[in-house]
Nanobody
Framework: QVQLVQSGGGLVQPGGSLRLSCAAS????????MGWYRQAPGKQRELVAG???????KYADSVKGRFTISRDNTQSIMYLQMNSLKVEDTADYYC????????????WGQGTQVTVSS
């Protein structure tokens, strides 16, 4: 079993930055892929950024060049650095983990709200 606990998020003005964190506990060594998803009101949940074993990275086109996904040396904490935030980035953000290298996996964080507004 894997547990994911998120932190970060909040209210920021357009052009600002935020960093989300996702701390994994439990069977961390079993995790083969992790990612961030978001869901805006009235929209489907979408993959924002993902990382898998071997350093494979994937970003949604809408966040390329602005968001950066990373994991710490222990591989137990995942980050999402969000720069140059736009109003359309407003959503609930969720971290996700999978044991087989395919996202979305079965493990989800509790979600955190990001609001970009002036």
């Amino acid at each position: 079993q894997v547990q994911l606990v998120q932190s970060g998020g909040g209210l920021v003005q357009p052009g600002g930055s935020l960093r989300l964190s996702c701390a994994a506990s439990g069977s961390i060594s079993s995790i083969k892929a992790m990612g961030w998803y978001r869901q805006a009101p009235g929209k489907q949940r979408e993959l924002v950024a993902g990382t898998a074993s071997g350093g494979v990275l994937k970003y949604a086109d809408s966040v390329k060049g602005r968001f950066t996904i990373s994991r710490d040396n222990t591989q137990s904490i995942m980050y999402l650095q969000m720069n140059s935030l736009k109003v359309e980035d407003t959503a609930d953000y969720y971290c996700n983990a999978d044991r087989f290298g395919i996202l979305p996996g079965v493990y989800w964080g509790q979600g955190t709200q990001v609001t970009v507004s002036s």
